[in-house]
């Protein structure tokens, strides 16, 4: 199902589109449930008499959130394509009316398109987030011009009326406030005295080369000692020393005695043997490249 109509190109565009809708009549409740049944039977003109019927209502919703700075034409889009889906999935034998129904899509289309263009940074993570994303605004202009007490006091009720703490109001109301910076934009000054983009005050995660290279050579003399540590061992102790404490996954005990013949008892004994050996190599070699 597609629209014909483009409100998003242009003021002029969208004028045209607003004075268009005016020749569209809403639909009585009989001839929007016939209209629905044909739909669903698989009338594709059906649907798109209702979409065309309900477009109004969608630019009234819109309207209600322009102040989130949005063009009005991108909010009628969204909206629009919320109304369609609407219309997909309504059903008439509920016997609501379309627009009953709708209303729930076309806000979740154009509340979805506001946080995601609001900011790269993603906002309403949670669905009480997202309520105050909303009502934030709203419930603030409506405490200021019936209280006129102070910001603090104003955030504390406005904590209050969402069921939030005020730390979480708080919050939020910074993160609206504060905008988008680009990393590549010259704010800031370098080492020279000349502007520097933000990105050069960053630190970075990333050890240097020269820490790289270091814990890289560290971590080649520490396996070449443990290699050479091993050697020193006899044949079944350094088989456990593999097994038990050099493997992914170690064996039991009991798995060791049985493979050499003598009891669990005894492979713990010459395990433990085995590891005061690798020690003191360890500590031989440690002292020796010290």
């Given at each position: 199902?597609?629209?014909?109509?483009?409100?998003?190109?242009?003021?002029?565009?969208?004028?045209?589109?607003?004075?268009?809708?005016?020749?569209?009549?809403?639909?009585s409740p009989k001839e929007e449930r016939k209209l629905a049944?044909?739909?669903?039977?698989?009338?594709?003109?059906?649907?798109?008499?209702?979409?065309?019927?309900?477009?109004?209502?969608?630019?009234?919703?819109?309207?209600?959130?322009?102040?989130?700075?949005?063009?009005?034409?991108?909010?009628?889009?969204?909206?629009?394509?919320?109304?369609?889906?609407?219309?997909?999935?309504?059903?008439?034998?509920?016997?609501?009316?379309?627009?009953?129904?709708?209303?729930?899509?076309?806000?979740?289309?154009?509340?979805?398109?506001?946080?995601?263009?609001?900011?790269?940074?993603?906002?309403?993570?949670?669905?009480?987030?997202?309520?105050?994303?909303?009502?934030?605004?709203?419930?603030?202009?409506?405490?200021?011009?019936?209280?006129?007490?102070?910001?603090?006091?104003?955030?504390?009720?406005?904590?209050?009326?969402?069921?939030?703490?005020?730390?979480?109001?708080?919050?939020?109301?910074?993160?609206?406030?504060?905008?988008?910076?680009?990393?590549?934009?010259?704010?800031?000054?370098d080492g020279e005295g000349d502007e520097a983009p933000p990105?050069?005050?960053?630190?970075?995660?990333?050890?240097?080369?020269?820490?790289?290279?270091?814990?890289?050579?560290?971590?080649?003399?520490?396996?070449?000692?443990?290699?050479?540590?091993?050697?020193?061992?006899?044949?079944?102790?350094?088989?456990?020393?593999?097994?038990?404490?050099?493997?992914?996954?170690?064996?039991?005990?009991?798995?060791?005695?049985?493979?050499?013949g003598f009891s669990r008892e005894r492979a713990r004994q010459?395990?433990?043997?085995?590891?005061?050996?690798?020690?003191?190599?360890?500590?031989?070699?440690?002292?020796?490249?010290?």
């Amino acid at each position: 199902m597609e629209l014909t109509m483009e409100p998003r190109r242009s003021p002029d565009s969208l004028r045209r589109y607003l004075a268009e809708l005016k020749y569209y009549e809403p639909l009585s409740p009989k001839e929007e449930r016939k209209l629905a049944r044909q739909f669903r039977a698989g009338n594709l003109r059906a649907g798109q008499q209702l979409v065309i019927a309900n477009l109004r209502f969608v630019v009234k919703i819109a309207r209600e959130y322009r102040s989130y700075g949005i063009a009005l034409g991108d909010l009628i889009q969204e909206g629009n394509l919320g109304l369609i889906k609407a219309v997909q999935k309504f059903d008439p034998s509920k016997k609501i009316r379309l627009i009953s129904y709708a209303v729930w899509w076309i806000r979740a289309y154009v509340q979805d398109h506001i946080l995601r263009n609001w900011s790269l940074v993603k906002l309403g993570t949670t669905q009480a987030q997202r309520k105050m994303f909303y009502s934030l605004a709203r419930t603030r202009r409506y405490l200021e011009n019936h209280s006129g007490e102070h910001e603090q006091c104003s955030l504390e009720k406005i904590a209050r009326v969402l069921n939030v703490s005020p730390a979480a109001v708080e919050e939020m109301q910074q993160r609206m406030k504060r905008g988008d910076v680009s990393l590549e934009g010259r704010v800031g000054r370098d080492g020279e005295g000349d502007e520097a983009p933000p990105a050069h005050f960053l630190s970075s995660p990333e050890m240097s080369q020269d820490d790289k290279y270091a814990k890289e050579e560290e971590a080649k003399m520490i396996r070449e000692n443990v290699r050479s540590a091993v050697s020193r061992l006899d044949r079944r102790e350094r088989y456990i020393i593999e097994q038990r404490a050099m493997a992914d996954r170690p064996i039991t005990l009991t798995r060791l005695g049985e493979y050499f013949g003598f009891s669990r008892e005894r492979a713990r004994q010459i395990e433990i043997r085995a590891k005061k050996k690798l020690r003191n190599h360890l500590e031989e070699l440690h002292k020796l490249a010290a």
